[in-house]
């Protein structure tokens, strides 16, 4: 349970702090869907279809869109981080 807790932690973090990519929820929903429909095609149960071919479907999708979005802004000649230019969104002000 704690690693399914950790995990999906990580993942929302993540994709909270790329939330410049607006193709994001899409690629991460087509993962979801691609990977359950391949898993469960392939006859394996539900169970290990959610536990291993969709969690790690998950975290290509979020590589894949931040690689991708990486070479498009070097592409463009855009040497800011989007990630770098937020303010503090785990800074604690007191």
Not at 82 to 94: I, N, R, S
């Amino acid at each position: 349970m704690l690693a399914v807790s950790a995990y999906s932690i990580a993942v929302v973090v993540y994709s909270q702090r790329r939330r410049g990519d607006r193709w994001q929820d899409q690629a991460i929903l087509f993962a979801l869907s691609a990977s359950t429909l391949l898993g469960l095609g392939l006859g394996y149960d539900l169970q290990t279809t959610i536990l291993s071919i969709v969690s790690w479907a998950v975290i290509a999708a979020l590589v894949l869109s931040s690689i991708s979005h990486e070479i498009a802004r070097r592409a463009s000649g855009n040497n800011t981080d989007p990630v770098d230019t937020e303010e503090g969104f785990f800074e604690v002000k007191l």
